[in-house]
């Protein structure tokens, strides 16, 4: 099978996601790869198939002395090179691929083995500076090709539909589409439905949504999909990446900022926004699962360029 979009930097984990010497199981275009941290803040990667009998590695567990991987199997161990660590000797020759990765802001990048064809953005310092990391949320792999997947983050109708419950989205605006190259730019104003006592009883922090508002979405094709809103108790933003495990499965996970309004708001707004996103995720996730394979669609609705322009950059890789 072809890759999907090969050249393509990809955020395949965020150093809190990792743990400390935990292995850490990655599927990149029909590869497995296993990822390591140690206590230092090296991380490590390398193929996940054992060179003796193709057992996964991330089935195995960490030598802390040697910064190794165990085998699940026969228990041989490979530093982050790839060598063989065997009665005290260390083999010479690589028996395992490592896998080339780039650390950025605590972001894990790769090119997944391809030589790059765009760099990998600097989006996510750029609309992070001066909040304060979160946490990740939503960690999840979708039965649904990666356009698909893709598709859904480009897509400004499907609020009133999919997360109708969530927002109650009553009217959607878009004053705001620029573009250039992989880099888009979107701003959406929301107006939201009257609450209602249940809306408050599920929600109580719904008193403190306005009625209108604005958020800016921001987008490094075809990784990330970033969101900032402000919300009266303080500022959010979402980083939202995307990644090919197979033609036919999705991984996405959440990078979630605060910048609360003071600091006693720190820990509302913070599970607040963690389940928020966790919703959104499922609620996506069963769009994308439940749909019948595509066809040409026999309606448009308005700013559905937005999503075209993305599906352009990936049919024209
Ligand atoms: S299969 Fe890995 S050590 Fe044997
Ligand atoms: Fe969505």
Redesign the pocket.
């Known amino acids: 099978m072809e890759a999907i979009l090969p050249g393509a930097p990809w955020l395949i984990a965020h150093r809190s996601m990792l743990g400390i010497n935990k292995p850490y199981k990655v599927t990149l275009n029909e590869q497995d790869y296993v990822l390591w941290q140690n206590q230092q803040g090296e991380v490590f990667a390398l193929d996940n198939i054992c060179p003796h009998m193709q057992a996964p590695l991330s089935d195995g567990w960490i030598c802390q002395n040697k910064d190794a991987i165990a085998c699940p199997f026969h228990a041989l161990e490979f530093d982050g090179q790839g060598r063989l660590h065997n009665c005290g000797k260390v083999s010479s020759q690589p028996l395992l691929n490592p896998l080339e990765i780039v650390i950025k802001d605590d972001c894990i990048w790769t090119y997944g083995g391809y030589d790059p064809k765009i760099p990998i953005p600097d989006l996510i310092s750029k609309v992070s500076a001066g909040m304060s990391f979160l946490g990740v949320a939503g960690e999840k792999s979708i039965r649904g090709t990666f356009l698909d997947n893709i598709s ?2 480009y ?1 400004y109708n ?2 009133s539909g ?2 109708r419950e969530l927002f109650g989205i009553k009217a959607n605006r878009i004053p705001v589409f620029e573009y250039d190259g992989y880099w888009a730019k979107v701003v959406q104003e929301l107006d939201r439905n009257d609450t209602t006592w249940n809306d408050i009883l599920r929600n109580p922090l719904i008193l403190t949504a306005p009625k209108t508002y604005t958020s800016t979405l921001e987008y490094a094709f075809p990784a990330l999909t970033t969101f900032r809103a402000t919300f009266p108790i303080g500022e959010v933003l979402q980083v939202h990446a995307l990644y090919p495990e197979t033609p036919t499965q999705t991984k996405t996970f959440v990078l979630v900022y605060i910048q609360p309004k003071h600091p006693i708001f720190k820990p509302l707004l913070g599970k607040f926004v963690l389940s928020a996103v966790t919703t ?1 995720i499922e ?2 996730t069963n ?1 994308i699962e439940t749909s019948y394979p595509r066809q040409p669609a026999k309606i448009r609705l308005p700013n559905e360029e937005i999503m075209f322009h993305a599906q352009k950059l990936y049919h024209e890789w």
């Open positions: 859904i983050n897509d499907h609020q999919t997360h959104v609620q996506d769009a």
